[in-house]
């Protein structure tokens, strides 16, 4: 258990409990504001995410960015956006279980310190990870479930909408779902 980020961040700067470790340029931590009550939770850093040390900064990074716009959302304001994996996977591929596994300790401190009361989770894996191992999200899309204290919602990968446009309505219907439930628990933006 960690008392701050800076402590939390300085650990995890060191992992090497995979071997994705062995293959990174840049570890991916996390960014935007360590008392957001929304967290954002992706799969992993791809390559642009590896080069730069931040989460979501290539082209699907753009669309997302575009998306919490549009709903009064900002990464250097009110939001934290991380991944399930802190470091690339090679060719971009899905983590695996076992890099998942290793790394997942490091996600549920950020949780604990940032205590957010929503979670998003962009895409299956971070869908199958945080809200269940079934999670389908054609079919399960923007539906909030409460665990603990904290309400779940996945929704599309931004990359995924990227390659299917007709996805699309679907991805800001679940954001503008997002806004309704943000003014419903009277949270501050
Ligand atoms: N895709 C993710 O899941 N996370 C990132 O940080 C970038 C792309």
């Given amino acids: 258990m960690y008392e701050n980020f800076t ?6 700067f060191a992992c090497q409990k995979c071997p994705l470790s062995e293959t990174r340029t840049n570890l991916v931590f996390g960014v935007g504001n360590e008392t957001a009550d929304i967290l954002f939770v992706g ?3 791809g390559e642009n995410e590896d080069l730069q040390g ?5 082209k ?3 669309l997302l960015d575009k998306y919490l716009e549009v709903i009064d959302l900002d990464r250097n304001k009110n939001v934290y956006i991380a991944n399930i994996v802190k470091c690339r996977p090679p060719q971009n591929r899905d983590p695996l279980e076992d890099e998942q ?3 997942i300790n490091w996600l549920r401190e950020q949780t604990k310190l940032i205590k957010p009361k929503i979670i998003v989770c962009l895409g299956r894996i971070a869908a199958q990870r945080l809200i269940s191992p079934d999670f ?9 479930i409460k665990k603990g204290n904290i309400l779940f919602m ?11 446009e007709a996805q699309k309505a679907d991805a ?3 954001f503008q779902n997002l806004r309704e439930k943000i003014k419903e628990l009277e949270i501050k933006l």
Avoid at 54 to 58: D, H, Q, R
Avoid at 136 to 144: C, D, L, S, W, Y
């Fill in 172 to 174: 800001l219907a679940d």
């Fill in 43 to 45: 799969e992993g850093p």
């Fill in 60 to 62: 699907a990074g753009k």
């Fill in 54 to 58: 931040e989460p979501f900064v290539g």
């Fill in 136 to 144: 389908k999200v054609t079919r399960q899309h923007g539906q909030f």
């Fill in 154 to 164: 996945g929704t599309f990968h931004p990359a995924a909408l990227l390659r299917n």
């Fill in 7 to 12: 402590e939390l961040r300085k650990d995890c």
């Fill in 101 to 103: 596994e290793a790394c």
